[in-house]
């Protein structure tokens, strides 16, 4: 069974930080790049940032350049979003999801993911 579960969402004041976690079985990790997107209410979902497989490359969204960095460790075939600097409009639920590396030039696409987690809550007052 494939799964992706995000854990570390949170309630934050304005420039706090959160690290958020997405933890995949089920698949061949290694073949995929992991993206982070997320939703806030009324709102479309958004592509946050993107890691590759081997080479670790790394994709950001301008909004949250500077201030997220991804990461991953495939030996725990886990993946990380550490959040610095939060903004109350970075609040949202935060989803991660897998990649084919083919379409990693994609990535801030969410049609051409294959598989989701079921999204964590982050919250930034004011």
């Known amino acids: 069974e494939v799964q992706l579960v995000e854990s570390g969402g949170g309630l934050v004041q304005a420039g706090g930080s959160l690290r958020l976690s997405c933890a995949a079985s089920g698949f061949t990790f290694d073949d995929y790049a992991i993206g982070w997107f997320r939703q806030a209410p009324g709102k479309e979902r958004e592509g946050v940032s993107c890691?590759?497989?081997?080479?670790?490359?790394?994709y950001y969204a301008d909004s949250v350049k500077g201030r997220f960095t991804i990461s991953r460790d495939n030996a725990k075939n886990t993946v990380y979003l550490q959040m610095n600097n939060l903004k109350p409009e970075d609040t949202a639920v935060y989803y991660c999801?897998?990649?084919?590396?083919?379409?990693?030039?994609?990535?801030?696409?969410?049609?051409?993911?294959?598989?989701w987690g079921q999204g964590t809550q982050v919250t930034v007052s004011s």
């Open positions: 890691i590759s497989s081997s080479d670790s490359r790394t």
């Open positions: 999801a897998a990649l084919p590396l083919k379409l990693l030039r994609l990535w801030v696409l969410s049609s051409e993911y294959d598989y």
